[in-house]
């Protein structure tokens, strides 16, 4: 009785196809979707599947109802039991994305027009769900459903894992023109590639998909152009184009890179700070932790940017807890010092550890040298010792190199011969795989601490260091080369090793550059150049880059005398402990006073 009135209400063709093709077209267009929706509500308890999978879908996106995602899941379980292939996607793609345990769990009864208010709790993406419906899917040939299923197999837990038969189902999804099918395959491409011909063959998939528009894609293929990978030329134009199509996508590694650009106007971007701090701002806001950093740099530092330490310090911390180890390094240090912030030991305390935690090297040092000046807890020690200790025993070079550090800053042990003896070994169970132990391995092999003193293995190992980028150990081979320890002098060579670590902006590097043109060395001397070196050390507070300035002005050595200036020099150094620089200022303004002694007795 109720399918005759029905019929009657529709006209003269009252087959379900004709009523569902009309209800379809009353969804289409929003002045008539609550009576669409009206009209497939009838259909779907007709057990017509389409029409379930459809009312299921504006549950699910409000379309002619208000949103409710458990009628929505409701109906679209229906729909995939009946053989939907559309709709089992469409469960594989909820279960995957995470649904309330309470949605999960429910059986098939409930209203349709019972309670409209959506459940706006999440629960965890449920792989081995979405795997049988996606497998329902792919199965009754729906592409979507193929490549997804691809994903599930490729991507979940070892239970359900099998990254061949994931393959399979990316290929025929993408051999039927699907672009998730062509990402997939991609992906698994790129993440096997051993040879130039894998690139190649990633990249041609990644294309494809780039081409409909999927995110990843985009900022894949701006990479392979920024790098020249998988033949695509080295081109920033069409880097950047890709990865503009991405951050507009919401992809924060682009967003990231494109900020940065704009910051500096490289990479073909024209300078566009404002621009710049946007995309970094919405990359740090989408989870991407080094572009919180920066931003974090870029308030601390100022320039750009207004100083805003306020602001500074609230991005350190996102980047920090989101595993960025030179944020949570940063915030001790401001923290220690006081700077944009109340001095708060505990606080350093507090970011030093989780820096060591995730591998900072110099955060080891800090902690040392807190618990030694009796700032920092007494549980330190021990903590740091420990934690160490049973890594570095387990083949962890890191934790290997941080223990040793920790025995030569003397942490958890006094420091003596033993516990040099100590570092030494684990320092060269790290130098293999870690630049700064074969920089420490070097240092104390040189001096002889923990070992016989051998200068000529020390240097080998400080130029292993040298020649991996570590500007620190630049500056100390550079030091062996001026003075021929260890080996044959070679001033040439460590001009240019100066230069290097200057370049990175190590003070040291900047003074040794400045002494070397100075004069007295087997290179070429240039006073204006060494002048410039000295003022760049001495504006980084170096002291005897500040004495050096001192001299310098006073005696006009690179054309250029300015005594009030010298003074200024002169009492900065002299403040950091350089006695010479005292000594220099009491002469030069002496020497002053003598001058102006005559022209006061002939006014007389």
């Not at 931003?295 to 320039?303: A, K, M, P, Q, S």
Request: proline share 3%; with cysteine.
């Amino acid at each position: 009785m109720v399918v005759s009135l029905i019929k009657r209400m529709v006209g003269r063709d009252g087959s379900a196809e004709a009523r569902l093709e009309g209800a379809k077209a009353l969804m289409a267009a929003s002045e008539t979707a609550i009576k669409g929706f009206s009209q497939l509500s009838l259909l779907a308890r007709e057990d017509i599947p389409e029409a379930q999978f459809l009312v299921a879908d504006a549950y699910l996106t409000g379309n002619g109802v208000p949103p409710n995602l458990p009628e929505g899941v409701r109906w679209m379980r229906q729909a995939a039991r009946k053989g939907w292939p559309k709709a089992g996607f469409t469960m594989a793609t909820l279960y995957l994305n995470g649904l309330p345990a309470s949605i999960e769990d429910q059986g098939s009864s409930g209203a349709l027009f019972g309670a409209s208010s959506p459940l706006v709790e999440k629960g965890e993406p449920n792989f081995h769900r979405a795997a049988v419906w996606a497998k329902l899917s792919a199965e009754l040939g729906d592409v979507d459903g193929q490549a997804i299923y691809g994903y599930v197999l490729c991507n979940g837990p070892e239970d359900v894992r099998n990254p061949e038969e994931g393959r399979n189902w990316y290929r025929k999804a993408a051999e039927a023109g699907n672009a998730q099918g062509h990402l997939g395959l991609g992906l698994l491409t790129l993440g096997t590639a051993s040879s130039q011909d894998d690139y190649i063959v990633a990249a041609q998939h990644l294309r494809k998909a780039a081409d409909a528009g999927l995110s990843t894609a985009l900022y894949l293929m701006g990479v392979m152009y920024e790098h020249g990978m998988g033949g695509c030329s080295a081109d920033e134009g069409a880097a950047f184009s890709y990865y503009s199509k991405a951050a507009e996508q919401g992809v924060p590694k682009a967003q990231a890179r494109l900020g940065v650009a704009l910051m500096a106007g490289s990479h073909g971007m024209e300078r566009d700070v404002v621009r710049g701090e946007t995309w970094l701002r919405r990359a740090a806001l989408g989870g991407d932790a080094e572009a919180a950093a920066t931003l974090g740099d870029l308030y601390g530092r100022g320039g750009d940017l207004p100083p805003n330490y306020v602001e500074a310090v609230s991005w350190y911390q996102q980047a920090a807890k989101a595993g960025h180890a030179a944020a949570s390094y940063t915030l001790g240090t401001l923290f220690k010092e006081g700077v944009g912030v109340a001095r708060d030991e505990r606080e350093a305390e507090r970011w030093f550890r989780l820096a060591v935690e995730q591998g900072h090297n110099h955060a080891t040092i800090d902690l040392s040298n807190m618990l030694l000046q009796g700032q920092a807890s007494s549980d330190i020690s021990a903590d740091l010792i420990q934690v160490y200790r049973t890594k570095a025993e387990q083949g962890d070079a890191l934790s290997a190199f941080n223990l040793a550090v920790c025995l030569i800053q003397g942490v958890g042990t006094e420091q003596s011969y033993k516990s040099d003896a100590e570092a030494l070994r684990w320092l060269r169970i790290a130098a293999d795989k870690i630049v700064n132990a074969q920089y420490w391995y070097g240092i104390l092999t040189l001096h002889g601490r923990g070992t016989d003193k051998n200068p000529e293995a020390g240097r080998a190992w400080l130029r292993k260091a040298a020649e991996a980028g570590m500007t620190d150990a630049q500056v100390a081979y550079a030091d062996l080369l001026v003075n021929g320890t260890g080996g044959p002098m070679d001033h040439q060579q460590a001009l240019e090793l100066y230069k290097k670590a200057a370049a990175q902006g190590h003070v040291w590097g900047m003074f040794s550059l400045g002494a070397m043109y100075g004069g007295g060395h087997d290179v070429p001397e240039d006073l204006v150049a060494a002048q410039q070196w000295f003022r760049k050390a001495a504006e980084k507070n170096n002291p005897p880059a500040q004495l050096m300035m001192g001299r310098y002005l006073a005696a006009g050595r690179a054309g250029e005398q300015d005594t009030e200036q010298a003074k200024i020099w002169y009492k900065k150094a002299a403040a950091q402990g350089i006695s010479e620089a005292a000594a220099e200022l009491a002469n030069l303004e002496a020497a002053e006073a003598e001058t102006r002694v005559p022209a006061a007795s002939h006014d007389g």
